[in-house]
């Protein structure tokens, strides 16, 4: 795919500083598909986001700042940022260098500064959300102008999955852009199409604590699809259904969360009996939320741990948090689903 023209608007900034948002998601179905098959998959933002800032400096280093990383500080000369240092920092340097080379941007002396409520390996493209960011940042700073949705997510894309090798699908980087309830078809030209601006429907985000290496996790799941393991090839052929039968749910002019709960379940057993992705732990909490009430419940993302989700009808939230107490995992409760994607908030740092 190659770089989109970006559009021109009729607002210009000029300002000494720039601000970008985006959210984390939930994948509902077709986890991995896009980079297996260029296949399709259904997403969901979450009320959880990334903010960065980009700020005007005074001619000298481009300064990289995330109390998330470690270190949480570099500075890196405008003809280096492509040697990078292994660390959370290089998500927001290898935007920098793919937007600076696919647009006349000028980026010298500025600080990039990011700070997100997306826990950092759990399933919720929290890399996605801080390269979509940076990336949306950088192009309204240097140019002056909103930037094309298609621009944000090409150069968050190409960042991480060419800069940085992660085996990263097309996917994590359109949902964040996106927002809403979307169906991605992924491929040479990939596809959102917008189903809902949420699900409408309690979300109850069980975060289990358990974490993992995305890219390792990445890499032995390529391995075995190529290597033709019957599991993933099966999970293929399967979850494509899936996808279109989530898609038309989701489209009807009233979704009956009830089957799109029974979609979760689906889901939730091909990615633990196919794909080999689940954890004890996930387990316990998804067969607990369904017996407290839930529609239904899956992990989201690589799996190995990270996070799940529950689709909770009103009064089963109670019990479905009350079950869920005793257990080493963290929860959060959202009415529903986040409805925008990128966003320009005023920088705030």
């Known amino acids: 795919m190659s770089a989109p023209v970006m559009a021109e608007t009729r607002e210009r900034v000029r300002s000494a500083a720039v601000s970008a948002c985006a959210p984390g998601r939930l994948c509902l179905a077709g986890e991995s598909l896009d980079w ?3 296949g399709p998959s259904v997403v969901a933002a979450v009320p959880l986001h990334t903010q960065v800032s ?14 998330d990383s470690e270190p ?8 280096d940022l492509g040697g990078y240092a292994g660390d959370g920092l290089d998500y927001m340097q290898a935007t920098a260098k793919v937007v600076k080379e696919s647009w006349p ?3 010298g002396g500025a600080t990039i500064e990011a700070r997100s409520s997306v826990p950092v390996g759990a399933g919720l493209s929290s890399s996605a959300a801080l390269t979509v960011a940076t990336a949306a940042a950088l192009m309204r700073f240097a140019v002056g102008v909103i930037p094309q949705a298609a621009s944000v997510a090409w150069a968050a894309y190409h960042a991480e999955a060419g800069e940085l090798g992660t085996g990263a699908g097309w996917m994590d980087f359109l949902a964040c852009t996106h927002g809403g309830v979307c ?20 979300l109850v985000l069980i975060d289990t604590v358990q974490r993992r290496t995305t890219r390792a996790v990445l890499a032995s799941k390529r391995d075995r699809f190529r290597s033709g393991d019957p599991g993933m090839r099966a999970y293929a052929d399967a979850a494509t259904g899936l996808v279109d039968e989530m898609t038309g749910e989701l489209r009807a002019a009233m979704p009956d969360p009830g089957r799109v709960g029974a979609l979760l379940n689906e ?22 939320c369904l017996a407290a009430g839930a529609y239904g419940a899956k992990l989201t993302g690589s799996g190995h741990g990270g996070c799940l989700f529950a689709l909770v009808p009103l009064d089963a939230i109670g019990p479905v948090l009350a079950t869920l107490r005793d257990l080493p995992v963290r929860v959060m409760v959202f009415t529903t689903s986040e409805s925008h994607g990128v966003v320009f908030p005023p920088s705030e740092f």
């Not at 980009?54 to 109390?67: A, H």
């Not at 991605?184 to 699900?199: C, F, N, Y």
């Open 72 to 79: 949480t500080a570099r500075a890196v000369a405008l003809s």
């Open 54 to 67: 980009v700020t005007r400096g005074d001619g000298g280093p481009v300064v990289l700042r995330s109390p």
């Open 36 to 38: 297996m098959t260029g």
């Open 267 to 288: 889901g939730q057993t091909l990615l633990r009996d196919l794909v080999r992705c689940s954890t004890d732990l996930t387990d316990h909490c998804v067969i607990r």
């Open 105 to 107: 941007l000028l980026m």
């Open 183 to 202: 169906r991605i078809d992924a491929g040479e030209q990939p596809r959102v199409t917008r189903l809902s601006d949420s699900l409408g429907t309690p």
